[in-house]
């Protein structure tokens, strides 16, 4: 594979932005290489600096659910861009947008636009704060909730990937309100809970997406509503990842068991930088101006970008087939690469819930941050490696996803699984 021109503009790159990027995954560093430059994406694929072409199962971390640049949401930002592209001011597409997330999530009955998942999250936890009058809340180990302060502490994705769980930065003082507890088990959950009188909440991902895929197991998921209401506290989820994804309810949907505060991100804006929180109306009413809990952005529910997301969340309203599609196509993945393996004789785990999934390279069970830390990642790094090389894209970590979406053709999923039986086979005879 030719990587000459990448190779050129990530030595430009270094010069002025902290290691060549601008977050830090996107470095290629856990896989041994130097980035690779993108000038185009369209449908399932996307081309390099150097010409080269591939299916893409990143889509931007999440948002490309559609594939990338879609015509639908391309047009919708043509049309929003002729009337101004910010004006600080409320729009009328911002109500569209909200009322559609209520219709859309039955937990979420108000809802706020900011920026990122990032704001999201940071926001809801301070909303959940400023309600119960708490200080303290509860995350768990493996999951990422963006970059505040006080969510990187054992965090997942990027950081875990680089190693630094728990940044440099954060304050002793910031560190000592977040509370630490084990996905999918209940009891350590408890534990923290049993003597302490000052946790406001409880922070999960539902499906967790940040330590590779970890479906939560739903009774771990019932406990942690009955505990939150037995307690006080208010029950988070971060579907940044798992809203709109895994179906157009989010994994509440899935599993039947609704947020107090639900955070969203990634597919909600379309391929463009939003976020959002919603939730219960009775919480989301402490929000300043009504309430005491101040909130704002100077660009927040900006109208471009409410476009592109009203045009993607309107696609998802009108076409529910979409989920069993994804589900037809992302089987055909996981069944080829489990057929894969068993002729290698290897029994790797495979994790998925609809159209997300990640292949561990370990043979132990992943259902929480231990077993997935299990994972052999030199040889996930030389899996990456082989994978690229065949014109398949991956995220260069193996604690993150691969997405697909309604874009990726039965020929490229086929095309998949033959590069992953090519890979897999000169991998393990090495
Ligand atoms: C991506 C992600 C975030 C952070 O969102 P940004 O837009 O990158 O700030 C938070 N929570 C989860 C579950 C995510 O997957």
């Not at 998925?352 to 390279?361: D, E, I, P, W």
């Amino acid at each position: 594979m030719k990587q000459d021109k990448s190779l050129e503009l990530f030595n430009e790159a270094v010069k002025y932005i902290p290691g060549g990027v601008n977050s830090p995954v996107r470095a290629f560093k856990s896989v041994n290489m130097s980035p690779l430059f993108i000038t185009k994406g369209k449908g399932s694929k996307m081309w390099d600096a150097d010409g080269n072409e591939f299916i893409d199962y990143i889509g931007s971390w999440g948002p490309h659910i559609f594939g990338h640049n879609p015509d639908f949401i391309k047009t919708a930002l043509l049309e929003a861009i002729e009337n101004g592209t910010s004006f600080g001011a409320p729009t009328e597409i911002e109500i569209k947008m909200a009322k559609l997330i209520t219709e859309l999530v039955d937990s979420v009955e108000m809802v706020r636009m900011v920026n990122s998942g990032t704001e999201a999250t940071m926001s809801a936890i301070r909303l959940a704060r400023g309600f119960t009058g708490k200080n303290k809340f509860i995350k768990f180990e493996g999951c990422y909730h963006g970059h505040a302060d006080y969510f990187l502490i054992k965090a997942g994705s990027g950081a875990l990937t680089l190693g630094v769980p728990t940044s440099p930065g954060v304050t002793e003082a910031n560190a000592k309100d977040t509370l630490v507890a084990q996905y999918n088990d209940l009891d350590s959950v408890v534990a923290l809970t049993e003597n302490d009188d000052d946790i406001a909440a409880i922070i999960v991902e539902p499906v967790a997406g940040n330590m590779g895929v970890v479906p939560a197991k739903k009774e771990f998921l019932q406990g942690l509503r009955s505990l939150c209401d037995e307690k006080g506290i208010v029950l988070i989820f971060d579907e940044v990842m798992s809203g709109f994804r895994v179906a157009s309810g989010g994994a509440q949907e899935v599993y039947g068991i609704n947020a107090d505060l639900t955070t969203f991100g990634k597919i909600i804006g379309g391929g463009l930088p939003v976020g959002a929180f919603g939730g219960k109306k009775e919480i989301m009413e402490h929000l300043s101006p009504n309430g005491p809990v101040y909130q704002a952005g100077t660009l927040s529910g900006n109208p471009l970008a409410m476009s592109a997301g009203y045009a993607a969340l309107s696609y998802i309203k009108n076409n529910a087939e979409i989920y069993n599609l994804l589900e037809k196509k992302a089987k055909i993945i996981e069944s080829g690469f489990k057929k894969n393996m068993e002729h290698f004789g290897r029994n790797f785990a495979m994790n998925r819930v609809g159209s997300m999934s990640a292949l561990f390279f370990t043979e132990k069970e992943v259902a929480d941050f231990s077993s997935a830390a299990s994972s052999d990642t030199k040889l996930y790094a030389d899996y990456f490696s082989n994978m690229l090389e065949r014109g398949i894209y991956l995220a260069p970590s193996q604690f993150e996803a691969m997405f697909i979406s309604t874009a990726h053709s039965d020929e490229d999923l086929e095309k998949t699984v033959e590069a992953n039986f090519d890979s897999l086979k000169k991998m393990l005879s090495e």
